[in-house]
């Protein structure tokens, strides 16, 4: 995913950008007085590295919190003048100001959001927790400066007379329409209202990502007896036995938490005592009446949440959240995923029938529980398509598939080449560093990725800016994708399953978005789009994964380097769309849960939680036991704190976008250099610049069509 992270972004509202249309003199940086502590910050000025990229070996964790406070000093004072200008408002002393402004504390907030997420400690995490509110506060100064905001209307009013380009004109709409969201037009009674609630949820959705970090870890399902582990390989045994030996638990084994619902050794382990007990630590990890459980702060954030909605003139935080993405309303993200439901429970159910059938033919003696279906799904899988993922993943070496499998589609496509910079320093030693060039061989971007889970690492997989690219302030993108595959022992290659695979052509499609950014305005730049666009060029990078040029340059043994066999290769085909019933099904339930949630008015009470979700499943006909959600809502990081609420469904509405987009790629020739350049052109470099419908549009040629992705997902035949 993108991880956009609303904890911690100093505000909705655009803070950089310039001017092309507007003879009014340049922006100059206000003069704010300096203390001697502050100036040895490594955040005090732009960093000298290649692209400004964060100079990790020196900054100490002691560094964010002034760097943080004096960022957000100097940025108020920014504001100020240009609330307080004399001038008549303009399009360059107005927006063109506020893009310029905030220069340090984008440059501290960045870094930080980074390893706070990917490396964290004790005292980041108390820092994170006591800095949320304070840089909620910061952004509602901004946001609801009645000053700023006269100006910013009055530039808006007359943006038909300005004959602003296009990008300009976006920059006047977005940002208007940010401030109007933010609470700009409530009476000064409602916005000390709002602060208040923004505080609140500011910090509890901070402490909901600590409690979830520190419920994973302590949730970890511990074993004493080797042959409870019956069916792991080797590999995965020896980093059981390192995760239990860095908690001092000599002579036993730890099976870590994965964010999902599902943990990846359950397919493997054959004790169902194990496997049963490794599902419910992952069910239950925040729900144990512990320091740790989550229930009573995601009810009063959603609480929070729907008052705030009501505030703004909303009657729910969903409508409020859907009035600048692509569905624009939650009725049509509502019914779009309606329209899978039975298409998508109908092959579950199937799929459920055929491994009920193989437990009944092993005399099992027991019916199908969720922690049973991994486990007899590889089974099914095998007798299927004779397809064992043992023998899969020896071709799928982590740093083959990084450098010939996702590097290699961009340079065949885009033309771009990447090289591994060793002079530049990472936030932890596991981390790579790449230079990436332009297909003129110039300099584009840096590329960092991390690869490997940690314990002090946020579950799951996202992308993110160091540094993000602007025209106006000559920046240049500094990306990271970040993962969880599990770290070899030392000697022993990281060989991933090829559900892996995906996810590192997923993620650095998020990353090709941010590194062909060629925005002016960093508020409009790369991935800074609405969620339900921002997943189509990452879902839409995944097809590259299974294309046979592709595919056939990084499905290599990692002993012997020979290429996968074909009759391999044709058995992996032949499987893509199995289990597909079970995948579509858990995430439409946690897409409508996280509507449901988010649907909730200012006048309904505390929440249950557990009793909200089993009825929210059911209202939505997508209760199966077997099957459940792919998020529950006591650790569904993306909604309470990561900044997909009521937005979860983007990565289904995007599917479609992918889906149908790809479908552009096969009518016209397919993987060529000449289509990836115009899907460059007309998609990646694009940011928010344009009307996201109409740029799809204009790429595709017509509106999305959802057969594609129903095909796709092998919720229909492609011959029906």
């Not at 000599?250 to 054959?270: E, F």
């Not at 019914?335 to 199937?350: E, K």
């Not at 499609?509 to 666009?533: E, I, M, N, V």
């Amino acid at each position: 995913m993108s991880r956009l992270q609303t904890l911690l972004m100093v505000s909705s509202i655009p803070l950089v950008a310039c001017a092309t249309q507007s003879s009014d003199p340049k922006p100059t940086t206000m003069a704010v007085p300096m203390t001697a502590s502050i100036a040895s910050n490594p955040f005090y000025l732009a960093s000298t590295l290649p692209f400004q990229a964060p100079p990790f070996d020196k900054i100490k964790e002691s560094d964010y919190r002034p760097a943080l406070e004096e960022g957000m000093k100097r940025h108020r004072m920014e504001i100020d003048k240009i609330a307080n200008n004399r001038a008549a408002p303009t399009f360059n002393n107005t927006f063109v100001a506020m893009e310029r402004s905030g220069a340090m504390l984008t440059r501290v907030r960045l870094a930080f959001v980074g390893v706070a997420g990917a490396n964290t400690s004790d005292g980041l995490q108390k820092l994170q927790e006591e800095v949320a509110p304070k840089l909620a506060a910061h952004q509602d100064a901004i946001g609801l400066n009645a000053k700023l905001f006269n100006r910013v209307s009055a530039v808006y009013n007359k943006r038909d007379s300005l004959k602003l380009d296009p990008e300009s004109r976006r920059l006047v709409e977005v940002t208007y329409l940010n401030f109007v969201l933010g609470g700009a037009k409530l009476s000064d009674v409602h916005k000390d209202q709002l602060k208040e609630l923004n505080k609140e949820e500011s910090t509890l959705s901070a402490q909901f990502s600590n409690k979830l970090l520190a419920a994973a870890k302590s949730g970890a399902l511990v074993v004493d007896d080797k042959a409870k582990l019956a069916g792991l390989s080797e590999g995965d045994l020896a980093a059981a036995a390192r995760a239990a030996k860095e908690r001092k638990l000599d002579g036993k084994w730890v099976l870590t938490l994965q964010n999902t619902t599902q943990q990846p050794r359950l397919q493997d382990l054959n004790d169902r005592a194990t496997r049963e007990a490794l599902f419910k630590a992952s069910w239950n990890r925040t729900e144990k009446g512990d320091g740790n459980d989550t229930r009573d702060l995601i009810s009063r954030l959603a609480q929070l949440r729907a008052q705030r909605a009501k505030l703004l003139g909303f009657p729910s935080y969903a409508v409020l959240k859907l009035v600048d993405q692509m569905a624009k309303t939650p009725e049509a993200a509502i019914t779009f995923m309606q329209n899978l439901v039975g298409a998508a429970t109908t092959r579950a159910q199937a799929e459920a029938k055929d491994i009920q059938s193989l437990i009944d033919e092993q005399k099992g003696g027991f019916k199908l529980e969720p922690w049973d279906w991994s486990h007899y799904a590889e089974q099914v899988r095998k007798a299927k398509y004779d397809l064992d993922d043992a023998l899969i993943k020896p071709y799928f070496e982590v740093n083959t598939v990084l450098q010939d499998g996702v590097f290699y589609s961009a340079t065949q496509l885009y033309g771009i080449s990447f090289k591994e910079r060793k002079d530049i320093p990472a936030y932890q030693e596991d981390v790579r560093v790449f230079e990436v060039f332009d297909k003129d061989g110039s300099s584009l971007a840096l590329f960092y990725f991390d690869p490997f889970k940690r314990d002090n690492k946020n579950g799951g997989a996202w992308m993110d800016n160091f540094v993000n690219q602007s025209k106006l302030l000559g920046t240049k993108p500094v990306i990271y994708n970040v993962t969880n595959f599990t770290k070899p022992m030392a000697g022993q290659p990281a060989l991933l399953s090829f559900d892996d695979v995906v996810t590192m052509f997923h993620e650095f499609g998020h990353g090709l978005h941010g590194l062909f950014a060629s925005q002016q305005y960093p508020s409009l730049s790369g991935t800074a789009t609405a969620r339900d666009f921002v997943e189509f060029p990452s879902q839409f990078n995944e097809h590259w994964a299974t294309e046979p040029t592709i595919f056939a340059h990084y499905a290599k043994h990692f002993k012997t380097g020979e290429p996968m066999p074909q009759a391999l290769v044709d058995k992996l085909k032949k499987a893509a769309t199995f289990n597909k019933g079970y995948g579509m099904t858990e995430t439409i339930a946690a897409a409508l849960l996280d509507m449901k949630w988010h649907s909730l008015g200012a006048q309904s009470a505390i929440q249950d939680a557990d009793r909200f979700e089993a009825q929210s499943l059911k209202q939505d006909k997508i209760d199966l036991s077997y099957v459940p959600p792919r998020y529950r809502s006591s650790y569904f990081l993306h909604i309470w704190s990561n900044g997909y609420a009521a937005g979860y469904y983007a990565y289904l509405w995007t599917q479609m976008l992918s889906d149908d987009g790809f479908e552009w790629f096969k009518e016209n020739g397919g993987l060529t250099r000449e289509n990836g350049d115009r899907f460059r052109a007309m998609v990646l470099s694009r940011g928010n610049s344009e009307e996201l419908d109409k740029l799809y549009r204009d790429f595709r040629g017509k509106a999305p069509s959802v057969e594609p992705m129903l095909i796709n997902r092998g919720l229909k035949s492609a011959n029906k």
